[in-house]
């Protein structure tokens, strides 16, 4: 039995991972003449892995990435002007106009008449809330866990706070390692929400998970007829 619905926030709710792409193919525009695309895209997965334990997750965290990988890929040649129009995108992603999915607001709204809702997200505190605040979605939450990372002890400490067990527990999210599989090995339900654009850090699945089965969906207004189908069953 369902009692407590969590959703994750980006690419999930609204959409994200395409900004990132978008700045990412101006980053590349401004660092071609010191080296190809891929490699260029590959250097900065490789910065970003290794800096998410120092700086978290989140925009800012992204952007000193950015600046690390211009710097070390252009070996320190990259003209400040340059570093000024990365400081300028960095800025304009903390601001852009969040677009949430159709059909994002009527499912919460609906499914908030009935259960109580959580937003767990992943990132920097400030930087999510002013998106939450920009997204008009927090009216439909219990309640808002901006998160440093998603695993089990992180879904086990918000249920505890929630005082809700694991077997009433259902989280959605566009990443199967970060907000399906910890829930259903912690023995609540996950639903993997199968959006096409997923950041690659995402992909890496802790062996321990990779035998879990878990629900799919491709539209979040599914998850009414979900959970509804589950409780049923229950
Ligand atoms: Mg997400």
């Known amino acids: 039995?369902?009692?407590?619905?969590?959703?994750?926030?980006?690419?999930?709710?609204?959409e994200n991972e395409v900004l990132y792409i978008k700045i990412q193919e101006q980053?590349?525009?401004?660092l071609s003449p010191y080296g190809n695309k891929e490699e260029i895209f590959d250097h900065l997965l490789e910065t970003e892995t290794k800096n998410v334990p120092l700086y978290g997750y989140g925009i800012k965290s992204f952007g000193l990435s950015l600046i690390e990988t211009a710097i070390t890929t252009s070996k320190q040649q990259l003209p400040s002007a340059k570093i000024a129009e990365i400081l300028d995108m960095i800025r304009y992603m903390l601001t852009y106009k969040l677009a949430v999915y159709e059909g994002v607001e009527e499912t919460l709204q609906h499914l908030s008449?009935?259960?109580?809702?959580?937003?767990?997200?992943?990132?920097?505190?400030?930087?999510?809330?002013?998106?939450?605040?920009?997204?008009?979605?927090?009216?439909?939450?219990?309640?808002?866990?901006?998160?440093?990372?998603?695993?089990?002890?992180?879904?086990?400490?918000?249920?505890?706070?929630?005082?809700?067990a694991p077997q009433h527990f259902m989280m959605v999210g566009n990443s199967l390692r970060s907000d399906v599989l910890p829930v259903i090995a912690l023995g609540g339900t996950g639903v993997y929400y199968e959006n096409s654009v997923s950041w690659a850090h995402e992909h890496e699945i802790d062996p321990a998970h990779q035998v879990l089965t878990y629900q799919s969906i491709h539209h979040l207004t599914e998850v009414v007829a979900l959970v509804e189908t589950l409780n049923n069953q229950s």
């Open 113 to 164: 008449k009935q259960y109580p809702l959580l937003m767990i997200t992943k990132g920097d505190l400030l930087d999510q809330d002013l998106k939450v605040e920009r997204s008009g979605l927090r009216k439909y939450f219990k309640g808002i866990e901006i998160v440093a990372t998603k695993e089990e002890s992180t879904y086990q400490e918000i249920m505890q706070r929630y005082q809700v």
């Open 1 to 14: 039995m369902i009692k407590m619905i969590a959703f994750d926030a980006d690419d999930t709710l609204w």
């Open 27 to 30: 980053f590349v525009d401004i």
